[in-house]
Each structure stands twice: as structure tokens, then as C-alpha cells.
């Protein structure tokens, strides 16, 4: 890598990476934990010109896009089953939800009783909020259950790594 390549990654002038080679200034802190990134080196082995950098551990190359992606994919490898069980409880939280809406829906709808009216003489349009319900509760039972077994997987696949 050039100096100017070095340089503009820094954000700083030619000069100064320059300077910092020949040992006549060193880079400030924040610059030397960059350099430590870019290079995949420790910060100990650029102050300490006797240090080995054979005995530390190599830093991977900051890449803040992958970086990001990584974490996330290594979080769903890791960790993966813990977005089923929320997956799982979001959906029986709005199935228990939408149950309630149903009772309080039906209950509002139907006369009292003594009227001679029973839930199945009721105009199609009052049920569509009761019918609207119930599709809305199998979808949210199938959330649920996919949540379940995603869970179910993702688990059984980070044990297998182990």
C-alpha cells in the first residue's frame, strides 16, 4: 500500500504517514487504532518496534458493511432460534388479541337474549368483522407455529455445531 492510499484512508496528508515512517512524528490515537484495523495488526505491535506480532491473534480488516452483515448472519447461526421464540410470542400475543376482539365483537353485535335472534340471522355485513377475525387468527396461528419450528431448527442446528 502507498503512502497517498494510506493517507487518504486516514484521512490525513502524505507528509504525516511519511513522518510517521521515517519516526520522525507519531500518528495520534484514534489514527493508530485505524491503522491497526487496516493492516490486521495490534496496536501494541506498532507502538513496540520488539514486539512479534506472531503471538497475537490476527484483527480481520475493518469493513464496517461487512462487518455489519457478518455479525447479523453469525447472530442467526448463533442465536437464530431466539428470533422464532419472538417470532412465536408476537404471534400468540396478537392471536390472544384478536380472540378478545372476537368475543367483544360478538358480544356487541348479538340482541339480548328473549329477542329470538341467533347469531345465524344476522346480516352478512355485521359477521365480516367476526369473518375478518378469524382469517387474520389462522394466519397468526400459522406465524405461530413457523415461529415454533424455526426455533425448533435453528436450535437443533447450533447444538450440531457444538
Known sequence: ????????????????????ELDESLPDTS?????SKIFGVTTDYLLDDSQDNDGFEQIPIYNKSK???HFISNLIKKKGYLAGYIIS?????????L???HYAFKTTLMPPEGFGITFSDLPTQMKLPLHFINGISIIA???LISGIV???????KGEERK
Not at 500500500?1 to 513522518?19: D, G
Not at 489514527?31 to 491503522?35: E, Q, T
Not at 410470542?89 to 388479541?97: C, F, K, P, R, T
Open 31 to 35: 489514527k493508530l487504532l485505524a491503522i
Open 1 to 20: 500500500m502507498s503512502q497517498e492510499q494510506l493517507a487518504a484512508q486516514l484521512s490525513v496528508s502524505r507528509q504525516a504517514v511519511s513522518k510517521w
Open 99 to 101: 380472540r378478545f376482539a
Open 150 to 156: 424455526f426455533a425448533i431448527y435453528f436450535k437443533r
Open 141 to 143: 396461528t400459522i406465524i
Open 67 to 69: 462487518s455489519t452483515i
Open 89 to 97: 410470542g408476537y404471534a400468540a400475543l396478537s392471536l390472544l388479541l
